[in-house]
């Protein structure tokens, strides 16, 4: 979930990726513990998660640099690519999903627990306060230096009364 404080612009120019609609939100895809995303979670892009155009001009789950190769984040995905349950699906009839791309304001439920090698990360979220975010392999914000362009900045830390992040995005 992404909830938008300020928005940065929204950007539906170019397709989805198949692989945006279809890649699984599960622990065995990642590789690690996916605390923040729900077992029963939609396969796809989820809004929180970060995007990166591919290589075919097509907006795709972002990965980190240093293992993916991938171009850079560009922004975050506004919904889930299947969309919700009793609404519509505009994203699966269009083949497009809201991408924010600029600077803006947001929370979201979505992010790393653990570092890529499930291990603990090495700033706990209740000290992140105003330090850099990236992106994980699996789209994912974190702590963690993985490679990737610091995509924003910590404005506000989770608890467990509040499990929302709040940052703001610099790209």
């Known amino acids: ?17 198949a692989a945006a609609f279809t890649r699984p939100n599960t622990e065995a895809e990642a590789g690690r513990t996916l605390g923040r995303v729900a077992a029963n979670a939609p396969s796809g892009a989820l809004g929180g998660m970060f ?4 290589a075919d001009y097509e907006v795709d789950i972002a990965a980190d640099n240093a293992v993916s190769g991938n171009p850079e984040p560009i922004g975050v995905f506004l919904l889930d690519a299947a ?3 009793y609404e519509n699906t505009p994203t699966v009839a269009s083949g497009k999903l809201t ?5 803006g304001s947001y929370e979201t439920d979505l992010y790393e627990t653990v570092n890529e090698n ?9 000290d992140a306060l105003g330090d850099p975010l990236y992106v994980s392999d699996f789209g994912l ?3 963690e230096d993985t490679g990737s362009v610091i995509v924003g900045y910590v404005t506000k830390t989770p608890t467990s009364e509040n499990p929302l992040l709040g940052f703001n995005t610099v790209l």
């Open 1 to 17: 979930m992404l909830i938008i404080k300020y928005p940065g612009n929204r950007n539906t120019l170019y397709s989805l990726a």
């Open 51 to 54: 995007a990166a155009m591919s």
């Open 83 to 85: 969309g919700s349950a």
């Open 99 to 103: 991408v924010m791309t600029g600077p």
């Open 118 to 126: 499930d291990t603990a990360l090495g700033v706990a979220w209740a």
């Open 141 to 143: 914000l974190t702590t």
